[in-house]
């Protein structure tokens, strides 16, 4: 069916309407009698050839006299002339016209391309210099404003000039007046053994200490500062917190405003008033494991981890109380402590220490 399409496109394009629908019987009539008449054209024209071969033998044989002839006749030359040789000629000439035009259009073709990409590359350096034109422009109108501004910061610069060498003087006073009062809180500070560690709106740091740094002679045996936290709120109250010390004060103290320093009063004398015992406890705890609570003088002696000693510090030790054995527990269970016999009659703390790591009865 392709092939009749095909022809009738050749011959006639009217008639492919005709043929539109395959399934019209005319059509499909049609199309049989087209096949049947083009094979009938291609046997007639085999047909047609032998015909003329036949002829052509029989007009050859007609002419020759004997057989002996027929073996000694040369071959008849091709012919030279003729629509055959003419029409090879004409294609042979309109392949090389096509192959040309080919040529020729592909050449075309390129250098409408090559054009084509030298118009997107112009159109491309247009915009771009367009571009360039309107930051020109810009930069020209910026430097403008820019010159007007710095013509503005001279005048300013020299008022400020001006001012500047005034507030220089007021600060070189200032100054002066900021180290004389340095040295002033530092006097008052060494006197006072308060030491100011950071100070802002919500929150202040200051530092207890129970002697002045200068003293050298005996700073192996000085105790360690007491560091405290007074954070204030919004309530106009404070709340004062210990946050490194040898354990002056377990929990935290909260008051009014107007309550801190006799607060702070307090926690001095407290931690000055038992400098001595918490100097003792430091050193002591640089060699046994030992645990200070001050709310109910009593320090917790870990011997092992199964045996614990507790003992009982009155209140003036070392001066005027006593540092006394309560228990011993293993356990749990109470353990007999009749034969701990310390060799000094007014034990230390230290004494006790060293003879419960050295009994040999717990």
Not at 312 to 328: K, T, W
Request: overall charge negative.
């Amino acid at each position: 069916m392709a092939e009749v399409s095909a022809v009738l496109q050749r011959c006639d394009p009217s008639l492919l309407s005709l043929c539109g629908d395959s399934e019209q019987p005319d059509c499909v009539e049609a199309s049989k009698m087209f096949l049947y008449l083009t094979d009938s054209r291609r046997l007639q024209k085999v047909l047609l050839r032998q015909l003329f071969v036949l002829d052509s033998m029989t007009s050859l044989l007609e002419d020759l006299q004997s057989a002996q002839q027929l073996l000694t006749l040369a071959c008849p030359p091709q012919p030279d002339g003729g629509a055959r040789s003419r029409w090879k000629a004409l294609k042979v000439e309109c392949r090389q016209e096509v192959e040309e035009t080919e040529t020729l259009l592909r050449s075309l073709q390129e250098r409408i391309q090559r054009i084509t990409e030298r118009r997107h590359t112009l159109t491309q350096l247009i915009h771009q210099l367009t571009s360039k034109k309107h930051l020109f422009e810009h930069v020209e109108e910026s430097l403008q404003k820019a010159h007007n501004a710095l013509q503005l910061c001279d005048g300013q610069l020299t008022q400020l000039r001006a001012e500047s060498e005034a507030a220089l003087g007021h600060l070189i006073g200032w100054q002066r007046l900021r180290d004389e009062l340095q040295v002033s809180v530092a006097t008052a500070q060494d006197v006072m053994h308060i030491k100011l560690l950071s100070f802002n709106q919500s929150e202040l740091s200051v530092e207890l200490r129970t002697r002045p740094s200068s003293d050298h002679n005996e700073s192996s045996n000085e105790l360690e500062p007491l560091k405290l936290s007074v954070t204030w709120r919004h309530d106009d109250h404070f709340r004062l917190q210990v946050l490194d010390g040898a354990g002056v004060v377990e929990d935290s103290v909260s008051g009014r405003r107007c309550e801190l320093s006799a607060a702070l009063l307090d926690v001095m004398q407290l931690y000055v008033g038992q400098a001595d015992l918490l100097t003792e406890i430091q050193t002591l705890r640089s060699s046994f494991a030992i645990d200070w609570r001050p709310a109910q003088r009593l320090l917790v002696y870990l011997k092992t981890a199964s045996l614990v000693c507790h003992l009982e510090v009155e209140d003036g030790y070392p001066g005027n109380g006593r540092a006394r054995l309560l228990s011993v527990c293993r356990n749990g269970e109470t353990v007999d402590t009749s034969g701990l016999k310390p060799q000094k009659t007014d034990p230390r703390l230290t004494d006790w220490l060293l003879l419960l790591h050295s009994s040999p009865l717990i």
